[in-house]
């Protein structure tokens, strides 16, 4: 019962490299999310997918790309690290609708620096 | 521009104190108001939702009250317990074709002391 699994946990990039967030959940849900959580910020929407093969921008989509080629994996990556992605990264998966008792899984975080 | 602003920053509250967290929001779209509760080096999880059609729900030693007038909702947990430290979001959300996607306010780092 793993639920939404995020690797890797922690890394380090220096700028101007590549890298690939990957995110599993095994709910069979249908949405998938990133988001991005800095101090003072809260969390913020980088792209997230309602089904296999569709993906869509949030609200800082800028430098990063998604693909969701199977209902439940979704990847996120950096093509270009830069400092100023430096943050710690959360999946979450939900079903469609927003009935009360449900709501967003979400991953245990990866903690990305850019140096 | 902040959809969802919260406050405060930062709570510290004694052992069986009541902890009192608000939010507010603009958009008189937004139907669905859920509140998160996140542990260090974890990941949030969803602790209680309301929507603007009841002033108030409440579980346990958490309730949230909404003001649909004013535009705001508040968090209230009662008897606080240390075991109740950690950060709490507050989040809304509107129908959007096939969407449901959340707007997260800034969160409030709460410190429950023995």
């Known amino acids: 019962n793993a639920g939404v699994t995020q690797t890797p946990k922690f890394r380090v990039l220096k700028t101007g490299q590549s890298m690939t967030l990957l995110c599993a959940q095994d709910m069979n849900h249908e949405y998938m999310y990133w988001y991005r959580q800095d101090p003072g910020m809260g969390l913020r929407l980088i792209h997230y997918?309602?089904?296999?093969?569709?993906?869509a921008k949030g609200e800082v989509p800028d430098g990063y790309n998604v693909s969701r080629l199977k209902k439940q994996n979704f990847l996120l990556g950096l093509e270009s690290a830069a400092p100023s992605q430096t943050s710690v990264y959360f999946c979450a998966s939900s079903y469609p609708g927003r009935a009360l008792a449900y709501g967003y899984t979400f991953g245990s975080g990866t903690r990305l620096t850019v140096v | 521009q902040q959809q969802v602003k919260q406050s405060p920053q930062s709570l510290i509250v004694q052992k069986g104190g009541i902890s009192i967290i608000n939010c507010a929001y603009e958009n008189t779209a937004f139907d669905y108001f859920p509140w998160y509760q996140q542990f260090p080096g974890k990941g949030p999880a969803l602790l209680i939702a309301i929507r603007p059609d009841v002033s108030e729900k409440k579980e346990g030693r958490f309730t949230i009250s909404f003001n649909k007038s004013a535009k705001q909702f508040s968090l209230h947990i009662m008897d606080s317990q240390p075991g109740d430290s950690a950060t709490y979001f507050c989040?809304?959300?509107?129908?959007?074709?096939?969407?449901?996607?959340?707007?997260f306010g800034t969160g409030t780092l709460l410190a429950v002391q023995p």
């Open positions: 989040a809304a959300s509107k129908q959007e074709g096939a969407t449901n996607k959340l707007i």
């Open positions: 997918s309602v089904g296999e093969g569709t993906t």
